[in-house]
């Protein structure tokens, strides 16, 4: 059973997908058929319907969220975005250090970090992503690898900014690839990142930290997922995009941890 003061969250990346019509569809369909509020429920639209489909999301509770930001304030970072920016569209949240930023686009730790603090400093929460690869798992890193994209991902965010941190726990190897951690492989990686987190702040911060999973959560596995006592939620690719199965995850949330 989860902590009290962890409300399950559900967020919706959507990635690269979507024509404007169909993201306004979309979200329509999502607030039309969300009962209750016992999960906090996002989405994460591409940059250019943050505006339209966060004019939608006022309309209800659901929370509008970004993919990515820039750390620096404004500039010269041609194509970047900045999080006054993403505030100026209504923007709660923000992805970092989501895998594909990592393994396609390139993004290190450091700059994972950097990310983190400018959304944490906008008053944003960043939702930082970990994960390791098919081949860090098959290695035995799967820890190893949580461990310090964790550290790295969070050094110099201090325990009061802690309510600003969700942790992702996307592991790539099932990201978009129909393979799921089993319930117990992600309560397994869950325990430890919380047992670190506790181990970097202190004991209250650890089972206060909201630990989502991430990874081909559909409605067929998300209900036993989030049964177990340390996942706080799902992020989800492709089955965000359908508002049946992003509605049957935000429903398994709610029962799971009443
Ligand atoms: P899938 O649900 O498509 O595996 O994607 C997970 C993810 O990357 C969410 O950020």
Redesign the pocket.
Known sequence: MTQPNRTPFV?G?W?MNTTASEAITLIDAVQSGLKGDLVEVAV?PPFVYLREIGSRCAESDILLGAQDCWHEPSGAFTGEISTTMLKDCGVTSV?TG???RRHVIGESDELVNLKTKAAIGAGLVAVL?VGETLEQRENGQTDAVNESQIKAGLAGVGKDELGKVVI?Y?PVW????GKTATPDDAQDAHTKIRALVAEMYDQQAGEAMRIIY?????PGNAGELMAMPDIDGG??????LTAEDFLAIIDAGATQKV
């Open positions: 967020g990346n990635k994460y992805l989501h895998s594909e992503c992702a996307e099932a990201i978009g690839t991430g990874g081909s959560m559909k992020l989800i690719g492709g089955a965000s």
